[in-house]
């Protein structure tokens, strides 16, 4: 069984910092790729970064520059991070973490992040 424990939402002012986390734990064999995506009000889920087991990241063109995603690997624990920066408040939506593993794709619960003054 799989498990993604995100954490690092909240609320912040435009213009303003946050990093989210997510652990991945479990029964995992090969990691093929991990990431972030969000979904705003009314919205579909759409991509914001993901990162390959190689190293290769890939972002969303809109979100180039301003949102960085790195990993960690620790006693076999993956993490998933996401510094964004310079926040908008249309980057105000709940970002959900993804595992892509063993060809099958695994969800987090999803964390808010709120922009607003």
């Known amino acids: 069984q799989v498990q993604l424990v995100e954490s690092g939402g909240g609320l912040v002012q435009p213009g303003g910092s946050l990093r989210l986390s997510c652990a991945a734990s479990?029964?995992?064999?090969?990691?093929?790729?991990m990431g972030w995506y969000r979904e705003a009000p009314g919205k579909e889920r759409e991509l914001v970064a993901t990162?390959?087991?190689?190293?290769?990241?890939?972002?969303a063109d809109s979100l180039k520059g301003r949102f960085t995603i790195s990993i960690s690997r620790d006693n076999a624990k993956n993490t998933v991070y996401l510094h964004m920066n310079s926040l908008k408040p249309e980057d105000t939506a709940v970002y959900y973490c993804?595992?892509?593993?063993?060809?099958?794709?695994?969800w987090g619960q999803g964390t808010q992040v709120t922009v607003s003054s």
């Open positions: 993804n595992l892509y593993a063993s060809y099958e794709n695994f």
């Open positions: 479990g029964s995992i064999f090969k990691i093929h790729r």
């Open positions: 990162i390959n087991s190689d190293g290769y990241t890939n972002y």
